[in-house]
């Protein structure tokens, strides 16, 4: 695997502290700035509706940029609007930088996927993707829960200080590590890449096409793949959101308990993560076919069981493993299907992972609200997965009915 792969790594790494570390800052942010607890959790849904603006319209933007200058504009701007949201008072102005941040990140990522899937061989996209990805996992495991230290020691504003410091060595490692032009832009020099250099050449002789790249994005069976993406992140985000007052309120632990839960959800997706990265290249349907059903019975589990402490421990790593296992392997199954959009599909995949990741949150708050108690998120993920289910089994009949009308 490319070192510049890596790189790319640690500034997703820097970009999913930012994402996931609301989840132990939600009280402290609500209670320094005098809005109730659903009203904080909506910072983590405008950080995903940028997300999701942002990732197809930044990457048709910079489409024509070379890739480094791409990485480091997005880069730079998620790392100033971080020290803005440090600094401001206006709960107002904090949302609007997670919009503007997520925006950047969205910019970031989908010109990331794009760089990180040309570097490597045709068949290895699952493994490039877990690189990335698991920058966004050990964010989970280390980012996440210093994040929720630094607010208990000095305040939340301190983890929006991190975030901005972990930023500038990535800056000066990517400067110094990821091409000027994107490999797309080039005839592959990767192993097992012959069969596409005619290709790649042919592209690159032309330039990147928006026009062609959407067209490309048209295939029912990708926009169906997509859809499923966005409820399983829907699911993850609506749980997640709200842990802190899950294990504090629910779970009986003490707040003191929140950083070690957030851990301990990040080393599950992180191991759900090289799963996914070992099996979604080769055998990603049977990872699909085992991962979705116990998913959907975690979250059932977790909302009947989550009173009990012990319970608590092991399936806050268990559904951690499994949402990042099925969400990932969607992801990689998206860049396979958008193989002649190598621009626009990372940029859309995210944007359907983000799809969810506002529309969870939004929904567990709604239920928060109603008055159904902090296990309501984890009923409302459980109800997600399984319209996943739904779709996924009225496609597969769709496609059936098809073959049988269209047979000789």
Not at 7 to 24: D, K, P, R, W
Not at 83 to 112: D, M, Q
Not at 149 to 169: E, I, K, S, T, Y
């Amino acid at each position: 695997m490319p070192f510049a792969i890596y790189i790319l790594g640690l500034a997703v790494f820097a970009q999913g502290t930012s994402e996931f570390m609301l989840s132990g800052l939600i009280p402290d942010i609500a209670a320094d700035l005098n809005v109730s607890i659903p009203s904080a959790g909506a910072l983590t849904s405008a950080f995903a509706v940028g997300m999701i603006v942002g990732a197809p319209s930044a990457a048709i933007l910079s489409l024509r940029w070379p890739r480094r200058t791409a990485l480091l504009v997005f880069l730079i701007v998620f790392m100033l609007v971080h020290v803005l949201g440090a600094v401001t008072t206006s709960f107002g102005v904090l949302l609007a930088t997670r919009v503007v941040g997520a925006l950047a990140n969205a910019g970031f990522l989908a010109v990331a996927i794009a760089t990180a899937t040309g570097m490597v061989a045709a068949d290895a996209k699952g493994r490039a993707t877990s690189v990335l990805l698991g920058g966004v996992t050990v964010a989970c495991v280390v980012g996440v829960p210093a994040g929720a230290l630094l607010g208990q020691m000095w305040g939340w504003r301190a983890a929006f200080w991190a975030v901005a410091l972990v930023c500038v060595p990535a800056v000066v490692a990517i400067l110094r590590s990821v091409p000027a032009t994107g490999p797309s832009m080039e005839p592959s020099t990767q192993p097992g890449g012959t069969a596409q250099a005619g290709a790649r050449g042919e592209r690159a002789a032309t330039g990147p096409s928006a026009r062609r790249e959407l067209r490309a994005l048209r295939d029912p069976r990708l926009i169906v793949t997509l859809l499923l993406g966005a409820l399983v992140n829907g699911a993850t985000f609506c749980a997640f959101t709200y842990l802190a007052p899950l294990v504090t309120e629910v779970g009986g632990f003490g707040d003191g308990w929140v950083p070690v839960m957030l851990a301990l959800f990040g080393l599950g997706s992180f191991t759900g993560v090289t799963v996914a990265g070992r099996m979604s290249d080769a055998r990603p349907v049977r990872l699909l076919l085992v991962g979705g059903p116990a998913l959907l019975a975690g979250w059932l589990l977790f909302a009947v069981a989550a009173g009990n402490p012990v319970a608590m421990v092991v399936l806050v790593f268990v559904q951690g493993t499994l949402s990042f296992a099925v969400g990932s392997t969607l992801i990689t199954r998206v860049l396979y299907a958008a193989a002649e959009a190598p621009s626009l599909g990372g940029a859309f995949a995210t944007a359907a992972l983000n799809v969810g990741a506002a529309a969870g949150p939004l929904l567990g708050g709604v239920a928060i609200g109603a008055g159904l108690g902090y296990r309501s998120p984890l009923w409302a993920g459980a109800l997600l997965v399984a319209l996943a289910f739904v779709i996924a089994g009225l496609a597969r009949a769709v496609r059936a009915d098809r073959t049988l009308t269209t047979a000789p």
